[in-house]
């Protein structure tokens, strides 16, 4: 009976982590990753400015065709 009981906890605390682990990645890391790939398939699609630095740009203003007053920064490819 104590080998089951000590198997039973052992259960337990494995399921406790795996919840935890869970709960870090959902409410933790899937946010950052949502967010960077809304970011970059937003930039993919958008209308940009040309960058006017003679020393290069790292980021220029963009908006969506059709929606010049929602304007956002996206990173400069050239």
């Known amino acids: 009976m104590k080998e089951a009981t000590g198997e039973l906890n052992a259960t337990v605390v494995v399921m406790l982590a795996i ?4 709960a870090f990645f ?22 940009c400015e040309k960058c006017e630095n003679k020393d290069g740009c790292d980021y220029v ?18």
């Open 19 to 22: 919840g935890v682990l869970m």
């Open 26 to 47: 959902y409410y933790t890391l899937w946010p950052l990753i949502k967010n960077n790939f809304d970011r970059n398939s937003q930039c993919s699609k958008a209308i």
């Open 61 to 78: 203003t963009c908006h969506v065709k059709g929606d010049e007053s929602n304007t956002f920064e996206c990173v400069y490819k050239g």
